[in-house]
């Protein structure tokens, strides 16, 4: 009988950026993710048939997987954060700040997710994720702003000939970049 495996209480959250079509080896931890907003969920499978004009049977019948959507909000808006991840760019004039780009391009994230129970160790990876990601300022007296990166997962090759949109796996695939 297989041992149980409950995922709860997420115990670190990386963030990976990809550049070009190489998925991100290191991720930054993302320490200040808003309670109970980490959401990664599957659309129902989606039946495709194909009817027959003589019969009630159909001629064939094909299911595809449903997309899986990720959504997080994380209130700690740091450079790297809005630079890296939000794709905002950095000015000097007239003042030194940052700033929203007019038109996002398409932005690809990767994210693990380390989870514990008892003493087994589990890492949720999805390895790419289009993300279109904004920034909220609401209810500020008792609330916070945050960012909230939400996308659809993509299907990428994990290792040759498999490919997956999301995977549960006994050891890290990202490791922490140095200084995160």
Known sequence: MATKTLYTKALEILVGVWTGDTAPETGDSLDYVIADSLSVTQDDPEENTIDCETSDSPILTNYTAGSYTVDLNNASIDTDFLTNVMGWEKITEPNEGYIAPETFATRYISLQVKFTYGSKTSYLYIPRIAIAPKLVF??????????????????????EGKRTAIGLFDTAVMTKSAGA
Do not use: D, R
């Open 138 to 159: 609401e209810s500020l007296k008792t609330n916070v702003a945050y960012g909230t990166l939400s996308g659809t997962a993509e299907s990428y090759e994990i290792t």
